[in-house]
């Protein structure tokens, strides 16, 4: 029986759907079996950053409606046979999901897989709720910065009321991911401390993920971080907060990427 | 100049702009969507099932985009009677 985690955070573009292929290819690393669902529908983009574009047959549309079987949808990634995309539709829109359709699909990947994340488009529309009804628990990805946070805590509160579990009484898990740090800056003064944004939202901190050059190398390639350089600094970030998921404990830190002397009297120079 | 290019790897964001060229160009040219790959199916199982019982489950259907061409894979699971030859329709 799966666990079924929502990655999901009000705010466009803050790293949803990199968190969701690299914390889906982390799990999958491990052992587990993975499905990675998009719910980004008319906007989907979790394709292309697995490398699946090219292969997707059916959507998530096609499988609610029935024009598809779930089997036939899921698309098992080349490099990592545990781990699977059930893709959004391009062409159509949200309204042709229904709820007792996503119900039921999500019931049948309840039983396939031992984790289903599901990648949230951004906003507070019916989108991002049906990305969340049937969450066990939630990965909110946050940017230090003011209005994302603020938006965090939009979602947050939607959580806690309109998904399944919160509808059943029952306390809703989630986890902070704070994307996109920028060591220097915080050092600066210039950009929202970690303690202030977890002070604000007061949900736990599951990573630290530092803004690198190679989350875009990854996604320019079409694979999940964790798995195109497992070494980096947003990789380790990532394996890390897999591991915290799956009950580990694991001494937080910011990884960062080593530069060579050279690499740092340049950055230096330029900065 | 990236070091690596002197060993034939290709920086990756010519691997985004040929991805991105490919995969356009065949949303723009709204073929090889799933409405065509439905539509195929329906029509290649329609012939099967002239002559055999096919579980709709036990298809799968494979795509892969190309440059130019696109090929379709389509695997039909054949039930095979006790007797030995494939059950009829
Ligand atoms: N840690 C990071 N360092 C550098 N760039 C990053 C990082 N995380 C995400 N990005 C970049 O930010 C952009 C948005 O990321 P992504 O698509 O994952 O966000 P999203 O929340 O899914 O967006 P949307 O709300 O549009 O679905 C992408 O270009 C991605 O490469
Ligand atoms: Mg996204």
């Not at chain 1, 669902?37 to 029935?66: K, P, Q, S, T």
């Not at chain 2, 100049?1 to 060993?7: H, T």
């Not at chain 2, 034939?8 to 073929?31: C, F, N, Q, Y």
């Given at each position: 029986m799966a666990k079924v985690l929502v990655v999901t955070s009000g705010k466009g573009g803050v790293?949803?759907?990199?968190?969701?292929?690299?914390?889906?290819a982390a799990l999958a690393q491990s052992g587990a079996?993975?499905?990675?669902?998009?719910?980004?529908?008319?906007?989907?983009?979790?394709?292309?950053?697995?490398?699946?574009?090219?292969?997707?047959?059916?959507?998530?549309?096609?499988?609610?409606?029935?024009?598809?079987?779930?089997?036939?949808?899921?698309?098992?990634?080349?490099?990592?046979?545990?781990l699977h995309l059930l893709p959004a539709s391009q062409t159509r829109d949200k309204d042709a999901l229904t709820d007792e359709g996503v119900a039921r699909v999500m019931g049948e990947l309840r039983e396939k897989f031992d984790w289903v994340i599901c990648d949230s488009p951004a906003g507070i529309e019916r989108g991002a709720t049906l990305a969340m009804r049937h969450a066990d628990l939630a990965v909110v990805v946050t940017n230090p910065e003011v209005s994302s946070v603020r938006d965090s805590d939009r979602i947050i509160g939607l959580l806690d009321s309109k998904t399944l579990k919160a509808e059943r009484g029952e306390k809703m898990e989630k986890h902070l991911i704070l994307?996109?740090?920028?060591?220097?800056?915080?050092?600066?003064?210039?950009?929202?401390?970690?303690?202030?944004?977890?002070?604000?939202?007061?949900?736990?901190?599951?990573?630290?993920?530092?803004?690198?050059?190679?989350?875009?190398?990854?996604?320019?390639?079409?694979?999940?971080?964790?798995?195109?350089?497992?070494?980096?600094?947003?990789?380790?970030?990532?394996?890390?907060?897999?591991?915290?998921?799956?009950?580990?404990?694991?001494?937080?830190?910011?990884?960062s990427d080593k530069k060579s002397l050279i690499n740092k009297l340049f950055t230096r120079r330029a900065a | 100049?990236?070091?690596?290019?002197?060993?034939?790897?290709?920086?990756?964001?010519?691997?985004?702009?040929?991805?991105?060229?490919?995969?356009?160009?065949?949303?723009?040219?709204?073929?090889?969507?799933?409405?065509?790959?439905?539509?195929?199916?329906?029509?290649?199982?329609?012939?099967?099932?002239?002559?055999?019982?096919?579980?709709?489950?036990?298809?799968?259907?494979?795509?892969?985009?190309?440059?130019?061409v696109s090929t379709l894979g389509v695997d039909i699971e054949l039930p095979v009677t006790v007797g030995g030859g494939l059950a009829a329709a």
């Open positions: 790293g949803k759907t990199t968190t969701t292929a690299a914390l889906g079996s993975v499905a990675v669902v998009d719910f980004d529908v008319g906007l989907r983009n979790l394709d292309l950053v697995m490398g699946a574009e090219r292969r997707v047959v059916y959507d998530l549309i096609n499988v609610v409606n029935g024009d598809a079987k779930l089997n036939q949808a899921l698309i098992r990634d080349k490099r990592l046979d545990t994307s996109r740090y920028d060591p220097a800056r915080a050092d600066r003064g210039d950009m929202l401390k970690i303690d202030d944004v977890l002070e604000i939202l007061s949900i736990p901190l599951l990573a630290i993920v530092p803004e690198s050059l190679e989350v875009l190398r990854a996604s320019n390639v079409g694979c999940p971080v964790t798995m195109n350089n497992p070494l980096s600094a947003p990789a380790r970030a990532y394996i890390d907060a897999a591991r915290r998921l799956r009950g580990e404990t694991v001494a937080m830190s910011v990884p | 100049m990236n070091i690596f290019n002197l060993f034939g790897k290709r920086p990756s964001a010519r691997v985004a702009s040929d991805r991105l060229k490919l995969i356009l160009a065949h949303e723009r040219s709204g073929r090889g969507g799933s409405d065509l790959v439905l539509l195929l199916r329906e029509e290649i199982l329609a012939v099967i099932e002239r002559h055999v019982a096919v579980e709709r489950d036990k298809v799968q259907i494979r795509l892969e985009r190309g440059i130019g």
